[in-house]
């Protein structure tokens, strides 16, 4: 049972810290997109959003891309470009 629990943890570990490795550059937060504008960007390429949060250095986005299928994305903030992408296959 222990070595079950041991097994169990190890895995979320691993899975937590694959979807930490996304990195944006430290910049100056007044260099930074607003988030009502970068969320307007986004909602105009297609992306329906159901959860916008700020992750260390990037903005992350949860939910939906123009085709529907079910994202998680991290973007530089000042620049806008995805610095991670999972899409749901």
């Not at 190890?10 to 694959?18: E, G, I, K, R, T």
């Not at 260390?56 to 806008?80: A, H, L, Q």
């Amino acid at each position: 049972m222990k070595k079950l629990f041991a097994l169990a943890l190890l895995a979320s570990f691993v899975s937590s810290a694959a979807m930490a490795d996304a990195k944006c550059d430290a910049q100056p937060k007044e260099k930074w997109q607003k988030e009502a504008d970068f969320k307007q960007q986004l909602t105009a390429q297609g992306y329906q959003i159901k959860k916008f949060k700020t992750s260390g250095n990037c903005y992350e986005i949860y939910g939906k891309n123009k085709d529907g299928k079910k994202v998680e994305i991290y973007f530089d903030p000042v620049s806008g470009k995805p610095v991670k992408t999972n899409i749901e296959s």
